[in-house]
């Protein structure tokens, strides 16, 4: 496809989406932009972490502007919060946890998953782990019940594996004592003996290890191995009524993966820019497996695991939720 | 004889009215603004009253509300003893005044929230960190009302007491103290509003109960109506808290307004 004439019809999906946006009554509806160069304006939401690297590095390499899409990352500062910003309109697309878009349509959010973004590792280090303080006795997941145990947010993905994992190791899972502690006091409050376990990402899992904690169990990676971590989310209204949209950021997103690999150094680069980490530490921060296919199974698995552990009354429809 | 009867209750339902009639005209213009929206995020009424029922009236009733109350009743009283106690002390001996005094007024302005994860780090993720929180910000208002009441106290009272050899902890008793009073209250009105603020947020750090911490889940669960029944609780609570501080406010002060009421004739 040449260059114009993508041109042209991203303009005129541009057009169609406005035609649509004005015939409907709901001021909700995101008005199609066009840029200067014709491009279709896509925002979306991301949090500031480090998964966000390839898609900062790739829309800066021009990745999704060949796809006709001008894109702006929003900065977002937790799933919950952007939710809000999706349904009214003020982001087109989001990149939030799998659980949160159960969650939302669970309670009756028109929202659902348009691709795969980030995934755990089936197998070797998974991107987060249960680590327990240096002077504690848990070395398995059984330990953790009757144990003080941190996750970031409750009643979320991370609880719900570290259950499903206990569980499985043979301990009761109704006995692990949950806090909530932000990602990067964990270590602060393991080390002061207020906590015995956390739940963490990296870097805080190699920084726990290496001061002398036990890496007791990846609960992501027991409990459904290759649970992504992040997904794109869009409202059913932008599935809709912007088929288009949705194709075009598929496309641009599996490429600009692609890209990502091929240029691991300006991805990092991104974590320097974007959240000023040291150089050397950006070069060896462990990064998840990116990609934009979601396992339906996978995703089906986490909906059984929360209507077992009862944290959803009745079983979210995952046929619905992931898009086609 | 009739109208004599019906005054009093005519009397009744004008307080009544007066006391309910703004929050009635704010629920229907709420329920006219709602009616008719899907807006998730702000559901009509009726939705949030039976949220309110199915959430509040069972088990989250004694994981969340109790506990919440119990740490804001700890942390408030903790903060009047200290601050009655430390504030006569300071507010009767010069030295300690002049020599505290500035330190005072740097801790005070430091703002509890910004102190919670030090204080997380010092006295753990329980309640004590909770309580700590709600006396680091509530402790002020007593304290320094009371330094200023108790320093305050009339000279003439002060010295026609001391002639009479009313001296120590007498004085203390029944001069120092019931002149000091009425400012005291005031820093325990305030004392009360900052508690009820300060117990929500310090919930909303390394929790897993409270009503702080439920209604962020709630926000975060996307159970809008539920969160909103949480916002309609703590409103409710304050109220009550209010209308306890009124009563005690009535027995403790009455000489004073008795006295109030007679010096405006």
């Known amino acids: ?324 | 004889m009739r109208r004599i009867r019906l005054r009093p209750v005519l009397g009744a339902l004008r307080t009544l009215g007066y006391a309910a009639g703004l929050p009635a005209l704010a629920l229907l213009a709420w329920a006219l603004a709602t009616d008719r929206s899907a807006s998730l995020y702000f559901p009509p009424p009726a939705t949030i009253a039976d949220a309110f029922v199915e959430t509040w009236f069972g088990p989250a009733f004694t994981e969340d509300v109790l506990p919440s109350l119990g740490r804001f009743a700890a942390g408030v009283l903790l903060s009047m003893v200290i601050g009655i106690v430390a504030g006569t002390a300071i507010g009767t001996t010069r030295w300690l005044r002049d020599l505290l005094e500035p330190m005072l007024e740097f801790f005070r302005a430091v703002p509890p929230v910004v102190l919670v994860p030090v204080l997380m780090l010092m006295l753990g993720v329980g309640d004590t960190m909770r309580i700590a929180v709600i006396v680091s910000g509530c402790v002020w208002p007593v304290l320094l009302n009371t330094v200023e009441g108790v320093r305050g106290v009339d000279t003439v009272l002060t010295e026609t007491s001391r002639s009479y050899r009313v001296r120590g902890g007498l004085s203390l008793r029944y001069v120092v103290l019931p002149a000091a009073s009425p400012q005291i209250m005031a820093g325990i009105r305030l004392c009360l509003s900052i508690g009820l603020i300060l117990m929500v947020i310090s919930e909303m750090f390394a929790s897993s109960s409270g009503l702080g911490y439920r209604i962020v889940y709630f926000q975060r669960s996307f159970m809008i109506a539920q969160m909103w029944s949480g916002i309609v609780l703590l409103g409710l609570v304050g109220v009550a808290v209010a209308g306890l501080y009124g009563i005690a406010e009535r027995r403790v002060l009455h000489w004073y307004h008795g006295m109030r009421e007679v010096a405006r004739g």
């Open chain 1, 1 to 324: 496809m040449s260059r114009r004439r993508r041109g042209v019809l991203a303009a005129g999906a541009a057009l169609l989406a406005l035609g649509l946006a004005a015939c409907t009554a709901d001021a909700q509806d995101p008005p199609a932009e066009t840029g200067e160069d014709g491009n279709r304006a896509v925002t979306i939401g991301a949090l500031s972490i480090s998964e966000t690297a390839p898609l900062w590095a790739a829309v800066d390499a021009g990745v999704f502007a060949e796809h006709g899409l001008d894109v702006t990352v929003q900065p977002i500062q937790g799933g919950a919060q952007a939710m809000p910003a999706l349904i009214n309109g003020e982001v087109d697309l989001t990149i939030g946890q799998p659980f949160g878009v159960l969650r939302a349509t669970e309670q009756g959010l028109p929202v659902g998953i348009i691709a795969g973004y980030a995934e755990s590792y089936a197998e070797g280090d998974d991107v987060n782990s249960v680590v327990a303080g240096a002077d504690t006795d848990i070395t398995r997941p059984a330990d953790l019940a009757g144990a003080k145990v941190a996750v970031n947010s409750l009643g979320a993905a991370g609880d719900l594996t570290i259950r499903a994992a206990v569980e499985q190791d043979g301990g009761d899972p109704d006995a692990i004592e949950f806090v909530e502690v932000a990602f990067p006091d964990a270590a602060a409050q393991l080390e002061a003996g207020n906590i015995d376990a956390a739940w963490v990402p990296e870097p805080f899992v190699s920084m726990i290890v290496g001061a002398g904690g036990t890496r007791v169990v990846d609960p992501y990676q027991a409990v459904i191995p290759g649970l992504p971590t992040l997904v794109v989310q869009a409202t059913t209204q932008t599935v809709e009524q912007d088929p288009e949209l949705v194709a075009a950021v598929r496309e641009a997103l599996a490429d600009a993966f692609t890209w990502a690999e091929e240029n691991d150094d300006a991805v990092r680069q991104t974590l320097v820019d974007n959240l000023e980490l040291p150089e050397e530490a950006a070069a060896n921060l462990p990064l998840p497996h990116f990609t934009t296919t979601v396992d339906q199974e996978v995703i089906q698995a986490l909906a059984d695991l929360a209507v077992e552990h009862e944290y959803f009354q009745e079983a979210p429809d995952v046929d619905a939720i992931l898009v086609e």
